[in-house]
């Protein structure tokens, strides 16, 4: 389940799971997802798992939501495609990704 071939550890593989289920599966299977959407999350998905723990992840998923030009661009293309973008998955990510989370052995 990784882009990169990177080995993930049993939070980051929690985590991306998470977000597979979530956002990246339903568009990365789907055949009306446009190619350039398929690009931008396999690009996210390599850039999360360049991260190498859970703490960057994390971090990279609330840079995601907070917004910069380029990730308010493609979250405007999820929408426009039908798709759940980050911010449909922030609550349950909130409770299930805390501090506890990142503090637990």
Do not use: C
Request: hydrophobic fraction near 35%; avoid cysteine; proline fraction near 3%.
């Amino acid at each position: 389940m990784t882009i990169t071939g990177v080995q993930l550890g049993r939070k980051e593989q929690e985590l991306m799971t998470f977000l597979y289920q979530r956002v990246f599966d339903p568009i990365l299977n789907s055949p009306r997802a446009s190619n350039k959407l398929k690009t931008g999350v396999r690009y996210t998905i390599m850039r999360m798992e360049q991260r190498g723990n859970a703490q960057g992840m994390i971090e990279y998923f609330w840079s995601a939501i907070h917004g910069t030009d380029r990730s308010i661009g493609f979250a405007d293309l999820m929408k426009q495609e039908g798709f759940d973008r980050f911010e449909e998955a922030l609550e349950d990510f909130r409770v299930r990704f805390n501090d506890d989370f990142i503090r637990r052995p």
